[in-house]
């Protein structure tokens, strides 16, 4: 049988590493810094906003961990979040899985899963 998404990701402890690097990333990111760094001076509510990060991967993946925050309309609404900030995120994501030895294949299905979220976060 195929290993699901959640395995080829690394499962919990390889997923939980890969969006603490994703995190460093937009931080890092000219585009979208602003939106993150403000975390840094709070290492309470970036750990929080990180775990919520990790099980909604999890849980999206097919791991067997709850994802316990809000839907993705809700968590980004207000924020006015434009396409090329959403595709900046993106390819931090996709540069960080890439880093990580995670496989093209592998790239893709994470990759078609944030195309499909973008109505929910883009300006919404
Ligand atoms: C595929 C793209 C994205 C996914 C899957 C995603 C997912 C999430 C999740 C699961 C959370 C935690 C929700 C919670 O705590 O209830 C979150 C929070 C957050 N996201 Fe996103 N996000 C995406 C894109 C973006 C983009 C493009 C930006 C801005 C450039 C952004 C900015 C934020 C911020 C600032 C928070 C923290 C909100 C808070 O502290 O309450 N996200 N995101």
């Not at 990333?25 to 000219?30: G, I, L, Y």
């Not at 980004?76 to 093209?104: F, K, P, Q, V």
Request: glycine content about 8%; overall charge negative.
């Amino acid at each position: 049988m195929e290993r699901s998404l959640y395995e080829r990701l690394g499962s919990g402890a390889g997923i939980k590493a890969i969006v603490t690097d994703v995190v460093e990333a937009h931080m890092n990111n000219p585009v979208i810094q602003a939106r993150f760094l403000p975390y840094r001076d709070d290492p309470d509510n970036l750990a929080a906003v990180s775990q919520q990060l990790s099980d909604f991967l999890c849980a999206g993946s097919g791991g067997p961990e709850v994802y316990s925050g809000r839907s993705m309309v809700e968590t980004h609404r207000g924020m006015n979040i434009s396409a090329e900030e959403y595709m900046s995120a993106t390819d931090d994501i996709m540069a960080t899985l890439a880093a990580h030895g995670i496989d093209e294949g592998t790239r893709n299905d994470v990759l078609a899963i944030a195309y499909a979220l973008k109505g929910d976060i883009i300006r919404v």
